[in-house]
């Protein structure tokens, strides 16, 4: 309600996103919950063809991408998002290791930069337990992996394929054209909200409330351009605007703890897509938008607490 006194006389549309950020979460993660503790073979049966369904599908879309990005260049922009990574998580959960590398590769030769790292931190949490493996197999298996991997990526590096990943690596606080290259004008949110919140210090503990606006600003066209926004594509600063810093604090701490405490649970589809669903979202806006990422949390929240594995979603993900 703060945030709709404050902004009483400029409310919009744009107030009914604000309500549905706070509101779904809870009706997501209830949602979330019944699935893990209803699930059974057959559920598993409908998940599993689903999702391989959704692999051939994203493997066609991304060979079309790259044939008109590379071959025909009917498509100039270099960086195509999908939701590969979310199958990726799938793959590996059910040991489909030869569709998981042919993922592995289209996401990468994509150029989409939040999709590589959510793949890579799939790829890294599952098979972490090669690290501390004295099995001769797994260690052979870790040294061929990092070996693929490198020269996989020294040859990207030469033929320009990551010159995305290197505008990223450019950032630079003290330049704006940099910053905003670098963060695909996520930085200037940033300032945005930093400056919002110092006007009146009372919100970083309140936040901005429902109705709230910031305004950021840059000059990547060689003019200043002004634009208000109601939300942060980083979604700790985000939340901290919403809500404020003790709300944001505390749902990151949360979902730290989830992810340390199900950490035996590294090659269960659910919890790997409860981590790259979180980690992704850090940087994506997608926790105010996209409800998948609030069942996982409800999912997981079961998955961690069976701790005798009593429930399928345990051994069954």
Known sequence: MW????????????????IYTFLMPIFSISFGVHFAKNYTYQLKGYVDKYMMRSFYLLVIVHLLYLFFHYVVPLIPYYGFGTKMDFVVAYLL??????????AFFLIFASGKRATSLNVLLISIIFYSSLLVSKKLKNRLILFFSVLLFSGGMYYAYQNDYLRRFQTTLEFDITDDRAAYLATSGRWNEVVGVYEFMNEKPIRWLIGGGIGGKYENSDHIYGYLRKRTSHYSHVSPVGYTFLSGLPFAIVLYLYFFHMAFKGRKSNQNFY???????IFGGIFGANLFIDHKIWVFVGITHVLINDKENKLPISYLG
């Open 3 to 18: 945030g709709m006194y404050e902004h009483w006389n400029t409310l919009d549309t744009k107030l009914f996103s604000s």
């Open 93 to 102: 959960g059910n040991k489909h290791l030869l569709k998981y590398l042919i």
């Open 271 to 277: 919890y790997l897509c409860f981590i790259v669903m």
